[in-house]
């Protein structure tokens, strides 16, 4: 299973990027897809989540209202739209897959993919 993500970069404070990531060989309609992100020096964290079965997505309280994940089950693609970026969302992003879409921890995902890193200058 490869999960591949990209559409990072370098983008000014205020600004929105769109990261996308590709899940081949994954039975995708039967798993939860997630993102994550990893800055300098701090734990990974969990970004958004989708559940395969209805499209319910989640969300920490701290992402709701600027970040977006949807899905495509046809492509097997999952999206993470960021808007009003800032400095602190400095950080390499990672998707992550879950049989089923249980849980989002990041303990419970059972695929990874490399990261995308995006840049947020102030």
């Known amino acids: 299973v490869q999960l591949q993500a990209y559409g990072g970069g370098l983008v000014q404070a205020g600004g929105s990027l769109r990261l996308s990531c590709l899940a081949s060989s994954l039975s995708f309609s039967r798993y939860g897809m997630a993102w994550f992100r990893q800055a300098p020096g701090k734990e990974r964290e969990f970004v958004a989540g989708i559940r395969p079965s209805d499209g319910r997505a989640y969300y920490p309280d701290s992402m709701k209202g600027r970040f977006t994940i949807s899905r495509d089950n046809a492509n097997k693609m999952v999206y993470l739209q960021m808007i009003s970026l800032t400095p602190e969302d400095t950080a390499t992003y990672y998707c992550?897959?879950?049989?089923?879409?249980?849980?989002?921890?990041?303990?419970?995902?059972?695929?990874w993919g490399k990261g995308t890193q995006v840049t947020v200058s102030s």
């Open positions: 992550a897959a879950q049989l089923f879409g249980t849980a989002w921890s990041e303990g419970a995902m059972d695929y």
